[in-house]
Structures are given as structure tokens and as C-alpha cells.
């Protein structure tokens, strides 16, 4: 498919375990973004990415969070040591280019942590 | 700051009625995008339509159309006879130039279109 491509769907995992959430942006998507959906803060901004670096990491919420991107692709968002209050819908955008260009988003990564 | 307020959080609507949904923003900054997503049942936010600041003029797609008043920085979103299929979470984003693109959203607004 020509879209956003997240994995795992659902995840569910037990308090202070670690877990990876993957993202596959468009192909020739230079910039690529990561939310999180929670019932209480609604949609929040976590980090974006322009090619492999990370400009902006303002929204992540703690040194817990932690993500890269290799080859200009695919990115990985890391939770260590994870917590209740980290259960949310994680989404991934991508877009063409930074500043201001529409950002497309995948399906989701619905992690619940026990 | 950036600021986006969806006011209405559900609107419950009888098919073939016409709906508006509000967003306001705040913003100092002189460029900048706003944005409407769809979120239906299914998770999945679906881009709707992107507005630059310095274009003030409506737009019209089929059913959907939208009301950009930099004057009241507000930035409406009317479904004129709305169907079933309309039934979803409808958010409104704000993207400013100098930082780097991120999505401030505002709350969502749960529209529910009844038969």
C-alpha cells in the first residue's frame, strides 16, 4: 500500500517493560511525526523528524520516550519501563517536506499497559 | 502559544441536516496552516482539507465546505446534508512556520448523524 504503515496494531504489555512501536512513512516522505491519542490530553504532539534527525523533541513527556529513524525511513518509537499512564493510541504522520505541508497518518498503535 | 478550541464536543444531528462545526485558534504568528481531519470509528485520521493564512477565500468540496475568518481567527467546517456516513471525530489543527511543522489540535468535535 501506498499509505502510513504502523506496527503492531494493539499492543498490550505489563508495567516496566519496555516496547518498540514502529512506523513506515510514505515513500519520498522526508518529514515524519509522532502523536499520541489519550482519552484525557486528546491529540499531542511527541517528536518530529526531518530526514534521520530530530529537531524537535519538545513534546515528548519523558526520558522514557525515545525514538529514531534510519535511512530516512522507517522510525521507531521506544517506552521504557512503561506505565500505566502511557497507555494510548500512538500515531505516526508523515509529509512531503517540514513547514507546513499536510501531514498523512497511519492506522495506529493502540498500546495498553496492565 | 498556539491555541486550537473545538467548543462543541458532541453534536448530534437527524440525517439531511446541515451541521457546523467551530474552531477557533491563536496564533502570533503571521504564516501559518489550519487543517480538518476525520476520525471515524475506525481510528484512522483522514486529511480534509489544509488552509494557509493568507488565502481567506471559502472552499467547497461536494457537501463540505469551509469559513476561514482571520478577523475572528476562526476556521468553520459546514456539512450540508449530512448522511450516516458522516458520523465520526472531526478535528481541527493548527501548524505555525517556525515550528517545524507539528500539528497543535484542538479537542475534536463528535459528530453523530442519526437515520
Known amino acids: 500500500g501506498a499509505g502510513v504503515s504502523q506496527s503492531p496494531s494493539n499492543k498490550v504489555t505489563e508495567k516496566g517493560k519496555d516496547v518498540e512501536l514502529r512506523c513506515d512513512p510514505i515513500s519520498g516522505h522526508t518529514a515524519l511525526y509522532w502523536y499520541r491519542q489519550s482519552l484525557g490530553q486528546g491529540l499531542e504532539f511527541l517528536i518530529y523528524?526531518?530526514?534521520?534527525?530530530?529537531?524537535?523533541k519538545s513534546g515528548l513527556p519523558s526520558d522514557r520516550f525515545s525514538a529514531e529513524r534510519t535511512g530516512g525511513s522507517v522510525s521507531t518509537l521506544t517506552i521504557q519501563r512503561t506505565q500505566q499512564e502511557d497507555s494510548a493510541v500512538y500515531l505516526c504522520a508523515s509529509s512531503l517536506r517540514i513547514l507546513l505541508e499536510t501531514q498523512y497518518f497511519g492506522p495506529g498503535t493502540r498500546l495498553l499497559v496492565l | 502559544a498556539q491555541k486550537v478550541t473545538q467548543a462543541q464536543t458532541e453534536i448530534s444531528v437527524v440525517e439531511k441536516e446541515d451541521v457546523t462545526l467551530d474552531c477557533v485558534y491563536e496564533t502570533r504568528d503571521t504564516t501559518y496552516y489550519l487543517f480538518w481531519y476525520k476520525q471515524p470509528p475506525s481510528g484512522e485520521l483522514v486529511f480534509l482539507i489544509r488552509?494557509?493564512?493568507?488565502?481567506?477565500q471559502n472552499e467547497i468540496s461536494g457537501r463540505y465546505s469551509w469559513n476561514f475568518q482571520k478577523s475572528t481567527s476562526s476556521f468553520n467546517f459546514t456539512i450540508t446534508a449530512s448522511q450516516v456516513v458522516d458520523s465520526a471525530v472531526y478535528f481541527c489543527a493548527l501548524s505555525v512556520q517556525n515550528q517545524g511543522g507539528k500539528l497543535i489540535f484542538g479537542q475534536g468535535t463528535e459528530l453523530s448523524v442519526k437515520p
Open positions: 488552509r494557509n493564512s493568507f488565502d481567506e
Open positions: 523528524f526531518q530526514g534521520n534527525s530530530a529537531p524537535d
